[in-house]
């Protein structure tokens, strides 16, 4: 996977950033200091660009081609070549984010429809990535506010983050 546009752009900028402190560096010690934070922004953005591209380390399987083709019409109206960038995000987000199961095995068809599900609303924003997402947890049923599992509870799904998920319910 590529490095972001905006990664690079950032990366850039601290490049110029710190040659500007660099050349200041002498100066003062207060110009060692921003340089050095500089530094390790720079280190830091770098090293997050690596793990991700070094993390892109699972292969799109042929074979989901005939599961998306049959279940994902979003998938099924592109053409060729955005259904190999469909692909290759799947990938990266397999190779990115954890999926799982509460109370059900989960398989790959389910896996791949989570994966879909979340590439679609982000399909017009390529550079899109899922900030501090790690993990999506699928249930198999209803729930609620405590995750107990049962057809009577309201619960379809949750989004956000922190304590109950700042308690943004899909009903």
Not at 72 to 81: K, T
Not at 139 to 157: A, K, P, R, T, V
């Amino acid at each position: 996977m590529q490095t972001s546009f905006t990664t690079r752009l950032f990366l850039g900028i601290l490049f110029f950033v710190g040659i500007i402190m660099g050349i200041g560096v002498y100066q003062d010690a207060l110009g060692i200091v921003w340089f050095l934070v500089v530094l390790g922004m720079m280190a830091g953005l770098l090293f997050r660009s690596y793990r991700i591209a070094r993390s892109a380390a699972v292969a799109f399987n042929p074979q989901w081609r005939e599961v998306l083709a049959y279940k994902v019409s979003f998938y099924q109206d592109l053409d060729r070549s955005d259904q190999a960038v469909f692909e290759e995000r799947v990938a990266v987000f397999f190779s990115t984010i954890k999926i799982t199961a509460v109370d059900f095995e989960l398989d790959d068809e389910c896996r791949l429809l989570v994966a879909a599900s979340s590439i679609v609303p982000f399909w017009d924003l390529p550079r899109w990535q899922y900030g501090a997402l790690q993990e999506v947890i699928v249930y198999s049923g209803h729930f609620d506010e405590n995750y107990q599992i049962s057809e009577d509870h309201h619960i379809l799904g949750m989004v956000g983050s922190g304590g109950n998920m700042a308690f943004e319910t899909v009903t």
